[in-house]
């Protein structure tokens, strides 16, 4: 990717997915190809991260941000929905998208 602050968000959501594996998936997308996406989701900058749950976004988030405060903010939404829905088995994904090529694997699933 040739975004500076999406390669910086690279490692540290790699980090987030290991910490919530079981809770949260992290998909990548790339935001120079996937224009039906990006306009779906209203992506408008780059780095932008969208918290989903049952392929419905509650969060959206732009910019690079310290561990500290992306894990805050998602930990922040999914114990608000859990709250809600009392379903602990539901996964949740936050979808990252940066702009260029990605070497992670990409989802068309949302």
Same mark, same amino acid.
């Given at each position: 990717t040739w975004?500076?602050?999406c390669r910086l968000l690279g490692p540290i959501l790699a980090d987030v997915a290991a910490e #919530? *594996? &079981?809770r949260l998936r992290v998909v990548k997308v790339?935001? =120079?190809t996937a224009f039906g +996406? @990006? %306009? #779906?989701?209203r992506v408008l900058g780059f780095p932008t991260m969208i918290l989903f749950r049952r &392929? %419905?976004? +509650?969060r959206s988030m732009v910019g690079a941000m310290p561990k500290a405060r992306l894990l805050a903010e998602? =930990? *922040?939404a999914l114990d &608000?929905? *859990?709250a #809600?829905? #009392? =379903? @602990? &088995?539901s996964c949740s994904s936050v979808t990252h998208w940066s702009r260029g090529p990605s070497q992670s694997r990409y989802s068309s699933r949302l």
């Open positions: 975004c500076p602050p #919530r *594996a &079981g790339d935001g =120079d +996406l @990006t %306009e #779906r989701f &392929g %419905e976004p +509650l998602v =930990d *922040a &608000g929905q *859990a #809600r829905h #009392r =379903d @602990t &088995g």
